[in-house]
């Protein structure tokens, strides 16, 4: 088992910037992606970026592109995403994932490829 402990949300104005944390641990050697998802009241969970364990492959959600940036440590089985020039419309919880099975080339942007989940972290954008 992986556990995923978020942190970092908040409140923040708009275009400003936050950084969330993913902090796993158990059974971390398992792991060949981290990924961030997000839901906002009433609409489904939906795919904001993924990184690959070795971090040479990151995908992003085109409505974060240029303004989100991931990052991991793997000597702390850490991943970030800061987020920057924030929008009323990023306001969700944001939940961080890890994939445990094979990993290739690819946007694994759907729920189910991914095998752990965290609680999530709520972060709201006033206008």
């Known amino acids: 088992q992986v556990q995923l402990v978020e942190s970092g949300g908040g409140l923040v104005q708009a275009g400003g910037s936050l950084r969330l944390s993913c902090a796993a641990s158990?059974?971390?050697?398992?792991?060949?992606?981290m990924g961030w998802f997000r839901q906002a009241p009433g609409k489904e969970r939906e795919f904001v970026v993924h990184?690959?364990?070795?971090?040479?492959?990151?995908y992003y959600a085109g409505s974060v592109k240029g303004r989100f940036t991931i990052s991991r440590d793997n000597a702390k089985n850490t991943a970030y995403l800061q987020m920057n020039n924030l929008t009323p419309e990023d306001t969700a919880v944001y939940y961080c994932?890890?994939?445990?099975?094979?990993?290739?080339?690819?946007?694994?942007?759907?729920?189910?490829?991914?095998?752990?989940w965290g609680q999530g972290t709520q972060v709201t954008v006033s206008s």
């Open positions: 994932a890890a994939r445990a099975r094979s990993y290739y080339s690819g946007s694994y942007s759907r729920n189910a490829d991914y095998d752990y």
């Open positions: 158990g059974r971390t050697w398992s792991m060949t992606a």
């Open positions: 990184i690959s364990w070795s971090a040479d492959s990151i």
